[in-house]
């Protein structure tokens, strides 16, 4: 198993998410988050004076798909997410050890 | 020249001036967090160009050589000249109890309130400085005759068509102004597949009780005296709005399945809409029929919107339009000569037959086209030389940023 962890713009957190529901993703955890990469962040002006604001806001997707989804899954949100335009965000993938459904105690693939 | 009814209308200037706050947040409650600051903007900045330009130009427009029976006034009291603290000179604005400077600072506030009720239309895309412009050319090629036409002693008054508050100058013009400027501007982006859920339901309330308690100045200030029409209409704008809420909450209820928070706020503020043109001419329990008819109507207007395509973002027609429409033609089966002697043709209820009610639908016919009309023309001016819409990238970033460079939540 594998957890998919996609930075993207707030504005197509709709689009990717209906995109993955079509290719069959069950769940995914969703958080609004801030950072910046090569993205400049923007400038607001309050009564004159200038702050810098660095972070730019992103949506953050955590999905967890077993292995051979993987490919599938990242060019869906690739598919979906890209503007062609700075700020598009990322994607990794990372191994994820063991699963546990709370509920019933189901492991791994069957937690998923 | 009378002490009560000046510290009337001194009190009800203030209250419909808080009317603009009030509906700021009405709407700021409803569009998405990003653009809640060009929302308020929009509202609040009404205060600004709207009270100025009364002052400078639209008063005289509005109120100069009134009871002229045309169709606008002259310019007269251009930048104020000869509006004094003493009465008017001019015979029909005579009979005027209050300071004429007065008359003219309430005057001012509903002109500042009627250009921003059309902001709910254009949410989330329409770019600040093209809001300016339109809204300044409004005030002065829509509103101006339009308040002279009605309040002024214009046509439509003369005529005999009835409006007591504003529900063909105020409601049904930016119902219609807002008409235009939504065909103009198009949808916003991702509408209607993405959803757009209001981000703040409780600012919205808190705009609805402002509104409620403002209407108050509105109506009841609209006797331009502390007297029965006062009093009675009070009373009936407190009713309709109840009503209203609770024809809105029952058939929402029944096809929707939920009372919602919005639901309710939308049928008072549809009540009050629609009680506006009958407040000082009805009595008895009319505000009740009027309010709760309204409630019901104004809901399943939401509809219009949907059915054209239109992205009317946070329903101006159905609210504004379609509830001064209703009250409008509902005066004309309830006009009661016992409640207000300006009353000459009573209402089809009380046995007066249909001539009010036809004009009634006239002068509602005319000032629906005629905003519409004007309001299309300088939104295509506007759009042609600067552009009404932000760029798509503005429009994702939100406008608190992108026009105003702060942002509400931080």
Known sequence: MKLITAIIKPFKLDAVKNALREAGVQGMTVGEVQGFGRQAGHTEVYRGAEYEVDFVPKVRLDIVVEETEVDRVVDVIVGEAKTDKIGDGKIWVT?????????????????? | MD?????????????VLFMTPGLAFFYGGMVRSKNVLGMLMQNFFAMGLMGVLWAA?????????????????NFDYLWLKDVGIGASSNEFLSTLTIPFVLFAAYQMTFAIITPALITGATADRLK?????????????????????MVFGGGWLADMGALDFAGGAVVHMNAGAAALALVILLGVRKGYPDEPMPPHNLPFTILGTGILWFGWAGFNAGSALAANGVAAQAIMNTFLAASAAMLGWLLVEKIKDGHATTLGGASGAVAGLVAITPCAGFVGGMAGVYIGFATGIICYLALGIKKRFKLDDSLDVIAVHLVGGLVGSILLGLFADSSINALVTN?????????????????????????????SIIIGKVIDLVIGLRVDEAGEDTGLDLTLHAETAYS
């Open chain 2, 346 to 374: 009573e209402g089809t209820f009380l046995g007066g037959g249909t001539d009010l009610l036809v004009d009634q639908i006239v002068a509602s016919v005319v000032t629906i086209v005629f905003s519409f009309v004007v």
């Open chain 2, 128 to 148: 600040f400085s093209a809001y300016a412009v339109f809204i300044g050319f409004w005030l002065v090629l829509a509103y101006g005759p339009m308040a002279h």
């Open chain 1, 95 to 112: 191994a994820v050890e063991r699963i546990v459904r709370i509920r019933t105690g189901e492991l791994d693939g069957d937690a998923l």
């Open chain 2, 3 to 15: 002490t009560g009814d000046t510290a009337w209308v001194l009190t009800s200037t203030a209250l």
């Open chain 2, 57 to 73: 130009v639209v008063f005289s427009l509005a109120f100069g050589d009134a009871g002229n029976a045309g169709f606008i006034g």
